[in-house]
């Protein structure tokens, strides 16, 4: 049909998705880096350079998503590579042991918005917690880290896909229910031209039988002319 011209193609509504979650993520992050950089201002002694990086974070991440209207592949990247960052940044600026854990929600961001380009930054976070356990600045079990990471990666990528079969179904239903909807006009229409030509023969043979009933009434009244005449001419034939 012409109408499956205009349809959105698979990759299009994946990118619409990819966007949505964008726009969701960077507010979310945005206003988290606010509320912690605000808690923050209560411990002793004050950590002013994780507060001032809370807010840079914040308003990078702000950014990010206003650039998202121009180049939103761009900015789904850069966001991304910059969560890492951040981490491993906080890694130095806040060296606990449970940090490093946070990783894996990291990873579900990843595959969300760039899909393989996560699982490079996911190996490159884990060369760093790698280096920092190496130099004495945090001290976390690798071997259980590294193994919860892979599998970590591997659940998101697996959810992903499900995500991404759930977006082709739903386009192929919305194509399909498109279709019979073009049908469904087609058919509408089809049914009105064909009831807009039975009220046109409807009103042709009204007419025509209002020119047979008058055609009648004229017959009649010659026959009765005719009738007339020819009892007045016995009439005065006889006289």
Same mark, same amino acid.
């Given at each position: 049909?012409?109408? +499956?011209?205009?349809?959105?193609?698979?990759?299009?509504?994946?990118?619409?998705?990819?966007?949505?979650?964008?726009?969701?993520?960077?507010?979310?992050?945005?206003?988290?880096?606010?509320? +912690?950089?605000?808690?923050?201002?209560?411990?002793?002694?004050?950590?002013?350079?994780?507060?001032?990086?809370? @807010?840079?974070?914040?308003? @990078?991440?702000?950014?990010?998503?206003?650039?998202?209207?121009?180049?939103?592949?761009?900015?789904?990247?850069?966001?991304?590579?910059?969560?890492?960052?951040?981490?491993?940044?906080?890694?130095?600026?806040?060296?606990?042991?449970?940090?490093?854990?946070?990783?894996?929600?990291?990873?579900?961001?990843?595959?969300?918005?760039?899909?393989?380009?996560?699982?490079?930054? *996911?190996?490159?976070?884990?060369?760093? /917690?790698?280096?920092?356990?190496?130099?004495?600045?945090?001290?976390?079990?690798?071997?259980?880290?590294?193994?919860?990471?892979?599998?970590?990666? /591997?659940?998101?990528?697996?959810?992903?896909?499900?995500?991404?079969?759930?977006?082709?179904?739903?386009?192929?239903?919305?194509?399909?229910?498109?279709?019979?909807?073009?049908?469904?006009?087609?058919?509408? =229409?089809?049914?009105?031209?064909?009831?807009?030509?039975?009220?046109?023969?409807? *009103?042709?043979?009204?007419?025509?039988?209002?020119?047979?009933? @008058?055609?009648?009434?004229? =017959?009649?009244?010659?026959?009765?002319?005719?009738?007339?005449? +020819?009892?007045?001419?016995?009439?005065?034939?006889?006289?």
């Amino acid at each position: 049909m012409a109408s +499956a011209k205009t349809h959105p193609s698979v990759e299009v509504v994946l990118l619409d998705f990819r966007a949505d979650i964008f726009q969701q993520l960077t507010e979310s992050i945005a206003f988290f880096c606010i509320a +912690a950089a605000l808690a923050l201002l209560f411990l002793i002694p004050l950590p002013h350079q994780l507060i001032f990086f809370l @807010y840079v974070f914040s308003a @990078y991440t702000l950014y990010l998503r206003v650039m998202a209207r121009r180049r939103l592949h761009l900015a789904r990247h850069l966001f991304v590579a910059s969560l890492y960052i951040a981490l491993s940044a906080s890694l130095v600026l806040l060296p606990t042991n449970w940090l490093p854990f946070l990783v894996f929600p990291l990873v579900l961001i990843g595959e969300l918005l760039v899909s393989y380009v996560g699982i490079l930054l *996911a190996a490159a976070f884990f060369g760093w /917690t790698a280096l920092l356990v190496a130099g004495g600045f945090i001290d976390v079990p690798l071997a259980p880290f590294a193994l919860f990471l892979c599998l970590m990666l /591997t659940i998101s990528n697996r959810g992903i896909q499900a995500i991404k079969m759930l977006l082709v179904w739903y386009h192929a239903m919305y194509i399909q229910t498109n279709e019979m909807l073009e049908q469904a006009r087609t058919h509408r =229409a089809e049914v009105v031209q064909f009831a807009k030509s039975l009220e046109i023969s409807y *009103a042709t043979q009204h007419r025509l039988q209002e020119q047979l009933m @008058y055609a009648r009434r004229q =017959a009649d009244e010659a026959r009765r002319l005719k009738e007339r005449f +020819a009892s007045n001419i016995s009439h005065e034939l006889r006289t």
